[in-house]
């Protein structure tokens, strides 16, 4: 059974400070996402990371992965108040043209001044 | 409409009752999926449908019945459900890409309360 574990659970920031949350997995995965979503909303898609050493960046928010360790990061630089939100990663497995997703629990971000 | 949407977005029903909710994507999409949120659990995806055939099905009990008429829409019609089926309920859709999954967009979800 595939597992995903994220952690912090729960982490808050300050404004201006730098964060890691960390995504790791059980078996062996072609594809990792993550999501975002605030409260009361869905999720959005961040980032899709499809292949060992893959780093993607949008803003303030930086993914990376290693295949091989089976572990996803994603950074925060210089946070702000905009950034809170819950943060999923997703792994997906089976290698079938549909997706099928195992998520983390979520890491709840609150950001403050 | 743009994306996925979902109605209602939020229900309140008995253990009696018998209701539906309704997914229906805008995207061109071929795959739609049914998850759970419950409070302090992951994501927990319930149902696959690809081509508007069924693919998945996690375990979910039968008091849980999808339904997938057309590629845009997907419904999932409930049943004497239980208090403990209280929850979030997410529909995503993504395209079908030759071998390799992308990503889900996922609605707004339907909060559900069982009584």
């Known amino acids: 059974e595939l597992k995903v574990e994220q952690n912090p659970l729960f982490l808050s920031m300050q404004e201006g400070k730098n964060y890691t949350i960390y995504c790791n997995y059980s078996t062996t995965s072609d594809r990792l996402y993550w999501y975002r979503q605030d409260p009361g909303k869905s999720l959005e898609s961040l980032f899709v990371l499809l292949s060992n050493g893959a780093v993607k960046q949008e803003g303030r928010l930086m993914a990376s992965l290693d295949t091989k360790a089976r572990l996803s990061t994603l950074h925060i630089t210089a946070a702000v108040h905009d950034l809170s939100a819950t943060y999923f990663c997703a792994v997906g497995f089976g290698g079938t043209s549909y997706g099928k997703l195992t998520f983390g629990q979520g890491t709840i971000l609150t950001v403050h001044p | 409409e743009t994306g996925v949407t979902q109605t209602p977005r939020h229900l309140v029903m008995g253990m009696t009752n018998k209701k539906s909710l309704k997914c229906e994507q805008h995207l061109g999409h071929n795959a739609m999926y049914w998850y759970k949120q419950s409070a302090k659990k992951p994501l927990e995806l319930m149902f696959v449908?690809?081509?508007?055939?069924?693919?998945e099905n996690n375990s979910v009990p039968s008091r849980f019945s999808p339904e997938c008429p057309n590629s845009s829409h997907l419904f999932l019609h409930l049943h004497t459900l239980q208090p403990e089926d209280s929850a979030l309920y997410l529909c995503?859709?993504?395209?079908?890409?030759?071998?390799?999954?992308?990503?889900?967009?996922f609605g707004p979800g339907t909060r559900l309360t069982v009584l």
């Open positions: 995503a859709s993504s395209p079908l890409a030759g071998g390799r999954a992308d990503t889900q967009y």
């Open positions: 449908y690809s081509l508007e055939e069924r693919v």
